[in-house]
């Protein structure tokens, strides 16, 4: 067992835990951040809609990320977190291959998991000739062929946003959609074909998407096809821990509620990014990241200064005024100190 006893415990390497992690650490804390190597977006080519990194690729975003953790004297480690549980002094948490971790407090940035309907070819097509949102990719297949599979009520509001890119846009209904009188009418306003009939499979040739098949035969040639995914937060840990997951407003999937800082129902415990905001692009998973960092560490001042008041130290301060002063030291040798 790792006997450092950390400031904060990160589940989740993303861009709404490495931007807690780089906050944390900026501010003295101990931290350590344990990743799965499982981002949700790696089938995709570029990041989009994040300032100065647009068309990024995903995982060279990440890999920046974790050198910026680990410049300011944070820790990054590849494993599974499977459980995690409350102890006299924070929380432990155990990886997959039984080694263990104690911090102060938790943060889970474990993300969101897309689920895709049963149809052939879909999946292999995710990320790159499927796509779902339109501020990720619609620049990229603006003026092109655009088909939105049908996965249920919100897919009409999905065809009527890509229309915004394009002026060739099919609605397979795919016997989950049922416009009202209103919706036909407004699909039929803004020129949106429509199609009806289950949808067998999404076809493509030599890797690229060329068009979606009805079971009944008939095929339409479309150059990229969105589909709203059944988002489900991958909230195991968090719900371990007390915390149920929530159905989305929208009914978009499920996640875990917490304040505007990420702080949950459960002391101690926080979440950020997908995990509790399904429709977060990355930039907006970031910035969430930095405020439930910014969170923490000011419960953790609080805590500190209760300990100072009551003339007691606590079970982690000599730790920590240790890091405080290599830290304070470190940047007194790369003339950054104040």
Wanted: hydrophobic fraction near 40%.
């Amino acid at each position: 067992m790792d006997t450092t006893r950390y400031d904060a415990v990160i589940i989740g390497g993303g861009a709404a835990g490495l931007s807690a992690a780089t906050t944390l650490a900026r501010a003295l804390r101990s931290v350590l951040v344990i990743d799965s190597g499982t981002p949700r977006n790696a089938p995709a080519a570029g990041v989009h809609g994040y300032l100065s990194r647009d068309g990024m690729n995903p995982l060279e975003l990440l890999a920046a990320g974790r050198s910026e953790v680990l410049s300011y004297g944070g820790t990054v480690l590849d494993g599974e977190a499977v459980s995690a549980r409350r102890t006299p002094s924070g929380f432990e948490v155990v990886l997959g291959d039984s080694r263990r971790f104690t911090g102060r407090r938790l943060l889970v940035t474990t993300g969101l998991a897309d689920g895709l309907p049963p149809i052939d070819g879909l999946r292999e097509q995710w990320g790159q000739g499927v796509v779902h949102c339109p501020y990720c990719h619609g620049w990229e297949i603006r003026g092109q062929r655009i088909g939105v599979l049908g996965t249920g009520p919100l897919s009409i509001h999905q065809a009527l946003m890509f229309r915004q890119w394009s002026p060739d846009i099919t609605l397979f209904l795919n016997d989950t959609v049922s416009p009202t009188d209103e919706e036909w009418e407004k699909l039929a306003a803004r020129s949106v074909r429509v199609v009806g009939g289950a949808v067998a499979s999404v076809d493509s040739v030599d890797g690229v998407l060329t068009g979606v098949s009805l079971r009944e035969g008939s095929s339409f040639s479309v150059e990229a096809l969105a589909v709203g995914s059944r988002m489900e937060a991958r909230s195991a840990l968090l719900e371990s821990l007390g915390l149920a997951s929530q159905v989305h407003p929208s009914g978009a999937g499920r996640f875990i509620e917490t304040d505007a800082m990420g702080a949950t129902a459960v002391p101690g415990v926080y979440a950020a990014g997908n995990v509790s905001n399904l429709m977060a692009q990355v930039i907006t998973a970031a910035s969430e990241g930095v405020m439930a960092g910014a969170r923490i560490n000011a419960d953790l001042i609080e805590e500190e200064t209760r300990w100072a008041v009551e003339g007691r130290f606590g079970p982690f301060s000599a730790a920590s005024e240790a890091a405080v002063s290599e830290a304070v030291l470190g940047g007194q040798r790369h003339g950054l100190a104040r």
